[in-house]
């Protein structure tokens, strides 16, 4: 069974700390994707990455980065957490173009 | 510049009877269409899919229409169940690459 699995399901940071997302897939996936959730926004890419070591910009980079040095593991990081970075957090996975396999989220709320 | 568009934030729909979502683009380009449904606290889970060449795909009491010249989307659920009750959000995707651009979700409420 496809299985995504996001690190923290609730994080709770302050203004200006960092902060990492961390995101498995056990499918040998290549492409995975970290998008934001924000009511009446829908869900917006960040970053995605089609390969190891490899990474592209999505729609709303700013203030964000990646890393991606194993096939199965893809972190979004946030180096100086803002409270307009407060957001549901989804990262998926994907082998073949189009079906995406999202994670539970991880909802982050920054004070 | 949203390139996906969902006008109704929400549709309500009584039980048995036939919802229907949905979904307007910009790009005619886009050639891969879907559809997620997300429950709260969950993720989205993939619900149906079409690509450009067609204009209907069906999956049990799913069915995807197309219309390709008025970059048209939609979703139609018949006989609506209340475990239908969820936001639905349609994904597009593009030639040469495999990024999804989300539409704005439409919260559906079956009720009984």
């Known amino acids: 069974d496809v299985k995504v699995t996001q690190s923290s399901r609730y994080l709770v940071k302050r203004t200006g700390e960092k902060v990492f997302l961390e995101c498995v897939q056990d499918?040998?996936?290549?492409?995975m994707f970290w998008y934001r959730q924000d009511p009446g926004l829908g869900l917006r890419l960040i970053y995605f990455?089609?390969?190891?070591?490899?990474?592209e910009k999505g729609d709303i980079p700013e203030g964000y980065s990646v890393s991606r040095e194993k096939k199965e593991r893809f972190s979004l990081i946030l180096e100086s957490a803002s409270t307009n970075q407060t957001s549901m957090y989804l990262c998926a996975s994907s082998s073949s173009p189009g079906e995406l396999f999202f994670g539970e989220g991880s909802r982050l709320t920054v004070l | 510049d949203q390139q996906v568009k969902q006008n109704s934030p929400s549709l309500s729909v009584q039980e048995g009877r036939i919802s229907i979502l949905n979904c307007d683009y910009t790009n005619s380009m886009f050639d891969y269409f879907l559809w997620y449904k997300k429950y709260p606290a969950e993720g989205p889970t993939f619900l149906i899919s079409?690509?450009?060449?067609?204009d209907k795909n069906e999956d049990g009491r799913f069915t995807v229409f197309l219309n390709k010249s008025a970059k048209h989307l939609s979703l139609h659920i018949v006989p609506s169940q209340p475990g239908d009750s969820a936001v639905y959000f349609c994904a597009v995707k593009g030639d040469n690459t495999d990024k999804l651009i989300f539409g704005t979700g439409t919260r559906l409420q079956v009720f009984p």
């Open positions: 499918m040998d996936h290549e492409n």
């Open positions: 079409i690509s450009s060449i067609k």
């Open positions: 990455s089609y390969d190891v070591k490899m990474k």
